[in-house]
């Protein structure tokens, strides 16, 4: 019964005589769809209304005013399952409605988009109000990976808004989704968007930024979401593509997708947890330490994470007292200590000014240069030899030539006290 009047409705809201006629049943019924049992309809019987209203009514009844337009699209997305059920009965085929109700919004926007007849505002809008139905979204009772995946099954299909639409009104649409994501989820709420970047986003750029800003979101201190289960959560859902890792690799150097970045390394650890493998993870790591400038405050703090890391996964290989490894380490750390001397630097180095010094100013925090200016002196202290390190706080300390020039190069103690 309650299938046959979901036909209906459909079949008769796009009857001009019936929705115009004056104190109008159908407008009246179909206002009164929230408290209708539609966890009774199957999932095949949806497919085939949104089949139906695919075929028959245009992609701008999704943008209209008229009462009628704005009452069919809310009775499809009620009939799906957006929405708690009024009599409590558990809704078994929501996830799978959902889907299909998104995927038809979102073909509904791209047809809208490729022949111009949505503005960009509207657009950024509608994928906004999409993204937020899947946020209060609240599928059938489910453990907590089930339910990870029916969430992320619906951001999948959202995402592909970005794929459809044409260069700038993606860039635009990124901007859109960075925003929501940064003000509207938080903690674990966020994964399940992490997993559906990861597997559905065409655009390797698109992919890279959007990762990041999930990463930073679930860390997100203001969050009430915010559990404290460190990087757990993030290792089981971040999922780099493996046919353009080292595209998505670059991508994420690039746009100082540091956290993503982060923790892909994390994840090439506990895949093989061997010193081998950690020792070409340090590699890695070094590498893109070379590589790494950062053009904001925000992007700084990242860089203390890579530290740290790379002087464990240092003091790891040192302790196996193979002297080749030590000898690896020790030139690694070189590199390292190098890296931090440059971003201490107040004026940039780089170019014909900067080897004179007349560089521009560096836009790094002063905080942040005392960090690297210290870190880089500790380093350079603990190598008195390029084939040694000094590793017991209590033998001797014999300073290098390059260790004597980083301590005559301090910053003043003015500058130090107002870090």
Known sequence: MIVCLLYMMVLLAKEELLINKEESPLLSLLGQTSSLPWQLVDIGSYHNVIRYFNSHYPPAVLLANEPAAELIVKLLKASAGFGAASDGHVHLDATLKCQAYIHQVVQFLGTLEQNGKITLSLLEQEMSKLLDDIVIFNPPDMDMQTRHMALSSLFTQALTILNNASVPTAESLRGILRNWIDTKVHGLLVMPLLTAACQSLASVRHMAETTEACVAAYFNQDSPHNQGLGWGPILASLQVPELTAEEFLKECLSLESYLTLYVYLLQCLNTEQTLTNEMKVLRSLSKWLEQMYPSSVKEEAKLFLWWHKALMLSLIQTEQNDAISVESVVQILLLLQARQSVLAEERLTSGILGAIGLGRKSPLSSRFRVV????????????????????????????????????????????????
């Open 372 to 419: 690297a200016r210290s870190m880089s002196a500790f380093l350079a202290v603990q190598i008195p030899l390029e084939n040694q390190l000094r590793l017991k706080p209590g033998s001797e300390l014999q300073l290098s030539q390059k260790a004597q020039q980083v301590e005559l190069s301090q910053p003043p103690a003015s500058q130090a006290a107002a870090f």
